[in-house]
């Protein structure tokens, strides 16, 4: 069985970037969140949101999507994929989490991912320091995931004896995430006890993440399986396969324009400015791309899922689409793609 997840970035509308318009605004508001509503009824496992800022996304604070769409759906798995630590304090985004498992009645999925490297250099935090926050912050995270009551001497934080409350509905926790993009990234990950979620990768480098993730968690004697592995692509429906590869190839350079403000990225022609310890580079694969009727789409997403492992799968729907487009794309692959997913081996 595979599980189907909608990845969702809320993409500025492009508009938006020319001139604000507040009624514009808002109504760009109230249509992606009937739009998310309607994932639910479409019979998605979930939704994971991201945080990004500074013009990329209409996203700074995911959780407050989330607590939105809780009051909208009632059995649909809610969560971030994923905040990012660094541009937090600790004890608040805890007790955010705390929080949003009340507010959607035990359906968080708590993920988190290190950063983008150009966002952060808006407000002058450097990967290394970006990379040193992270990490100190999952430990302050999963220390009160296990007690209410934490005490934390590091670099960038110091407190002795700070309950943090409310504590998660959810026992003993709600599933934790990471996205990664690396090797070292996904043995980190496999000893935390979270699953992971990787893509823009080509196949190969998918599968060498998800098999160091496994070799890492067997290392520490931790069992884990598909359900801990979720694959990400970019997906574009169609009412028939006549023109995929066309679709495709418009896709692919389009995002390969968008994405290459992050200098992570390996692109034709341009190598990535930068890979470091604490900032891992990362290639955009052919299989990044996935397009076609629902049956060609599930046929897709089951042989790549299958040949990595991963139970579930998360689809990042075109977002050159607009919301009324998204809502079709919903009960599209709601009705043709996912009951085969579900019937699918991995």
Known sequence: MIKSWIFEFFPTPPEMNVKFDPAVSQRYFDAYLDL????????????FFSEHH????????????ISNVALRTKKIRLGVMGVVPPYHSPWQLIEEFGMLDHLTGGRLEI???AGIPNEMANVGITPDEARERNDEMLEILDAWLANPVV???????????????????????????????????????????AKICTGFHPQGTVIEIFDAYRDEAAKIGRKVGPDDLCLRRQVTMLDNDKNVKEVLADQAKHFRQFIQID?????????????????????????????????????QVAAQCKSAGAGHFAAIFNRMASPQQLMEWYRDFGAGTIPKLRQASV
């Not at 500074?54 to 999507?65: H, I, K, T």
């Not at 504590?167 to 006890?193: D, E, F, I, M």
């Open 36 to 47: 998310w509503a309607s994932a639910e009824p479409a019979g998605f496992d979930g939704i």
């Open 54 to 65: 500074f013009g990329a996304a209409y996203a700074p604070s995911p959780n407050l999507l």
């Open 111 to 113: 993920g988190t991912a």
């Open 151 to 193: 005490s934390h001497h590091g670099k960038y934080w110091n407190f002795d004896n700070l309950r943090i409350v409310p504590r998660c509905v959810q026992l003993p926790a709600p599933p934790k995430w990471v996205t990664v993009v690396s090797v070292s990234s996904a043995r980190k990950a496999a000893r935390r006890g």
């Open 263 to 299: 200098p992570r990225v390996n692109l034709p022609g341009r190598p990535a400015v930068l890979d470091t310890p604490s900032a891992h580079a990362f290639s955009i694969g052919d299989e990044e791309f996935i397009a076609g009727t629902p049956a060609t789409v599930a046929e």
